[in-house]
C-alpha cells in the first residue's frame, strides 16, 4: 500500500529563517506526491505536486520542495517564514490501488512561525 | 475556480440520530470523496465515488453510507451517530485519473458533534 509519514507533529520557526516540513514516503512504482495546507476551521488548499521530471517542485506562496528518490522524501521548504504561513501541511500520495484516483495523507505537521 | 461546498459548516446532532452531510462540486469532476479528519491521524478515507450511483468503500467505511444520484452531488450519511463519529469530514472532488494527476479540491468541511 502507498503511503507517507510525517514524523514530525509541529515545527518552529521564526519569521524570516528557512523552514522544512519533512515528508517521507513508501510506495511501489513511481510516486506522486502532493503538499496541501489547512489553516484553521477550513478545507485543504494544494501547494504543489510532484510527478516526473525536476526533483525541486515551486509550488504556490513560495514553497517549494525536493524530491529524493534515494531517501524516499519530498520534504516542503520556503527559503523565509512568514507569520501567515502558520498552519497545519498535510504530505499524501496517490493511490493507484482499485483503479484509483485516490490521495493517501499523512498525520499532518503543525507549523508554527514566531515573530 | 473549482469550488467545493459543503452544506453545513457545524452540526450538532445526538447518539443514535441519522445525519445527512451534503457536498456539492460545480465542476463536473466525475470523482470526488469523503475524508475525516482527526488530531493525530491526518485524513482517512471514507468513502469514493467515480461515477453517479457508483461507490466504493475507502479505509474507514464503517458506521457510514454514501449517496450519488448526480454528478455533482455526493451525501455521506451516518444511519445512527456515535461519539466517535464526533469529528472534522472533508468532501474533494477531482477530475479522472487519465486526465490529470490527481490533484483534489476540497470543501471547508462539516465539523459534527455527536453528544
Known amino acids: 500500500a502507498q503511503s507517507v509519514a510525517q514524523p514530525e507533529d509541529q515545527v518552529n520557526v521564526a519569521e524570516g529563517n528557512p523552514l522544512t516540513v519533512k515528508c517521507t514516503y513508501s510506495v511501489s512504482g513511481n510516486p506522486y506526491l502532493f503538499w496541501y495546507v489547512q489553516y484553521p476551521n477550513r478545507g485543504l488548499q494544494f501547494l504543489l505536486k510532484?510527478?516526473?521530471?525536476?526533483?525541486l517542485v515551486k509550488g504556490s506562496y513560495g514553497f517549494e520542495a525536493e524530491f529524493n528518490k534515494s531517501q524516499t522524501s519530498f520534504h516542503l521548504k520556503k527559503p523565509s517564514a512568514l507569520v501567515s504561513d502558520s498552519a497545519l501541511y498535510f504530505c499524501a500520495v496517490r493511490d493507484f490501488t482499485g483503479g484509483g484516483n485516490k490521495l493517501t495523507f499523512g498525520t499532518g505537521t503543525q507549523l508554527k512561525v514566531e515573530l | 475556480d473549482v469550488k467545493v461546498t459543503q452544506s453545513s459548516r457545524y452540526l450538532v446532532k445526538r447518539t443514535g440520530e441519522k445525519v445527512f452531510l451534503e457536498c456539492v462540486q460545480d465542476?463536473?469532476?466525475?470523482?470526488m470523496f469523503w475524508y475525516r479528519q482527526d488530531p493525530g491521524l491526518g485524513l482517512r478515507l471514507i468513502y469514493f465515488s467515480y461515477d453517479v450511483k457508483m461507490k466504493e468503500k475507502g479505509d474507514i467505511p464503517e458506521g457510514y453510507s454514501v449517496s450519488r444520484e448526480k454528478k455533482e452531488r455526493f451525501s455521506l450519511i451516518l444511519e445512527s451517530a456515535s461519539t466517535n463519529q464526533t469529528s472534522m469530514y472533508l468532501c474533494?472532488?477531482?477530475?479522472?485519473?487519465?486526465?490529470?494527476?490527481?490533484?483534489?479540491?476540497f470543501g471547508e468541511g462539516s465539523r459534527l458533534t455527536v453528544l
Open positions: 474533494a472532488s477531482s477530475s479522472p485519473g487519465g486526465s490529470n494527476t490527481g490533484e483534489l479540491f
Open positions: 465542476m463536473d469532476h466525475e470523482n
Open positions: 510532484y510527478i516526473t521530471g525536476d526533483n
